[in-house]
C-alpha cells in the first residue's frame, strides 16, 4: 500500500512548457532558480500535441479555454523531467499531470523509471485520466470513454513492472508476460503516485494507487478555492480511505493553487479576499489555514509572459512565504 511523506508543508511550482518555455535554455533557468529559492518541487503540464480547434470546456479556467490552445506549443513531460534532472540537484521533478492513457502502459513505466534512475530517484509520477478527447485520439490511445478503467489498469500495471522480478499482467487494456523489466527504480517500492482530479473516481483511484492527492484549486464543478471547501474535499478522500480500510493519514494531500498570486488583494469566493494575494501577511496566513485544512503541499502557478517576470514573481513568494512559513 502506498505511503505518505509525513513530512510539513513545503511549496513548488507548476509550469506549462509553452510560450518562453519552450525553450532549452528558459526552462534550464526556470528549474535552477526554483532549487536555489528553496521550493521542493517542479511540475511540468502533460500534453502531447493540441487540437486545432475543440469544442470541449477546460475545467480550470472561467472561460474554458486551456491556456495552451493560443500556441499548442508542449514538450513531452516525462523527458522534459529526465532533462531537468541533469541541471538540478536537489528539486523533486513531478508530473503535473501525466495523462495516462496517452501513452501504452510498459512504455510509460519505462520512461518514468528512467527518469528516477537519471534523477537519483526525484521524480513523483503526478497522474490523470485526461479531458482532451481530440488528443486521445490523435495519440491511437484506447477509447476516450473508458480512459477512467484504462487510467487505473495502467496504473496497476506501472506497479507490477516497478517492483516485480517476473512481471506480468493479463487485462483489457495491457498484457505483458515473459519479460525482464530492469532496472529498479531509485524510489522504493517505486516513484511517488500523486493522483490528479477531484471526482469521486479521482478520490477512489488515490485510496487505491496514490501516495497523494493532488487536486487543483478551481475545478468549476467541484470548487476547491477556499480552505474550507479542500477541507470538505479532505474529508471526502479520508470518508472513502475509510471505506476501503486504508488508513487517511497514509495519504498526504498536495494541492494545485492554479490563480494568479497577487501583492494586491483580489476578490475571492463568498465576498472574501482570495487567497494568495495581498500582503506577505496575508499569505502567510492562507498557508496556514491550507495547512490545517489537510495539505502538505502547495503547488503554485506562477507562470509569466517572459522569463524574468516568472524569476521576479518566484522570488518574491519565496522570500515573503516560503523563507517565513
Known amino acids: ?136 485520439e490523435a495519440l491511437g490511445a484506447p477509447p476516450f470513454a473508458e480512459r477512467g478503467a484504462v487510467t487505473d489498469e495502467y496504473l496497476q500495471a506501472w506497479q507490477t513492472l516497478w517492483t516485480q522480478p517476473q512481471p506480468a499482467m493479463h487485462g483489457k487494456y495491457t498484457q505483458f508476460g515473459n519479460i525482464i523489466f530492469a532496472p529498479k527504480p531509485v524510489a522504493r517500492p517505486h516513484p511517488p503516485i500523486w493522483v490528479g482530479g477531484e471526482s469521486p473516481a479521482a478520490l477512489r483511484r488515490t485510496v487505491q494507487f496514490g501516495n497523494a492527492w493532488y487536486p487543483v484549486s478551481n475545478n468549476a464543478h467541484v470548487p476547491l478555492n477556499t480552505p474550507e471547501r479542500l477541507a470538505e474535499g479532505v474529508g471526502r478522500l479520508h470518508r472513502a480511505a475509510a471505506k476501503a480500510k486504508r488508513d487517511p493519514g497514509s495519504i498526504d494531500v498536495a494541492y494545485l493553487w492554479f490563480l494568479t498570486p497577487s501583492a494586491t488583494a483580489q476578490p475571492g469566493p463568498d465576498s472574501r479576499r482570495q487567497l494568495f494575494t495581498g500582503t506577505a501577511a496575508d499569505m502567510l496566513a492562507d498557508a496556514a489555514a491550507l495547512a490545517k485544512a489537510g495539505a502538505s503541499h502547495v503547488v503554485l502557478y506562477l507562470q509569466r509572459p517572459s522569463l524574468q517576470e516568472t524569476l521576479d514573481v518566484m522570488q518574491r513568494f519565496a522570500e515573503e512565504v516560503i523563507r517565513k512559513a
Open 1 to 136: 500500500m502506498p505511503e505518505a511523506t509525513g513530512e510539513q508543508m513545503d511549496f513548488g511550482l507548476h509550469f506549462g512548457t509553452r510560450g518562453c518555455f519552450a525553450s532549452r535554455d528558459n526552462i534550464m533557468a526556470l528549474a535552477q532558480q526554483t532549487e536555489a529559492l528553496g521550493y521542493a518541487y517542479l511540475g511540468v503540464a502533460d500534453h502531447v500535441i493540441a487540437p486545432a480547434h475543440t469544442d470541449q470546456r477546460y475545467a480550470y479556467t472561467a472561460d474554458g479555454i486551456w491556456p495552451g490552445a493560443a500556441t499548442g506549443e508542449c514538450f513531452d513531460a516525462i523527458a522534459t523531467l529526465a532533462f531537468l534532472s541533469a541541471c538540478t540537484d536537489r528539486v523533486k521533478l513531478l508530473t503535473s499531470v501525466a495523462v495516462v492513457p496517452h501513452r501504452p502502459a510498459v512504455l510509460a513505466a519505462k520512461l518514468f523509471l528512467t527518469a528516477d534512475i537519471l534523477s537519483g530517484g526525484r521524480v513523483i509520477a503526478g497522474v490523470g485520466s485526461g479531458w482532451m478527447k481530440e488528443e486521445f
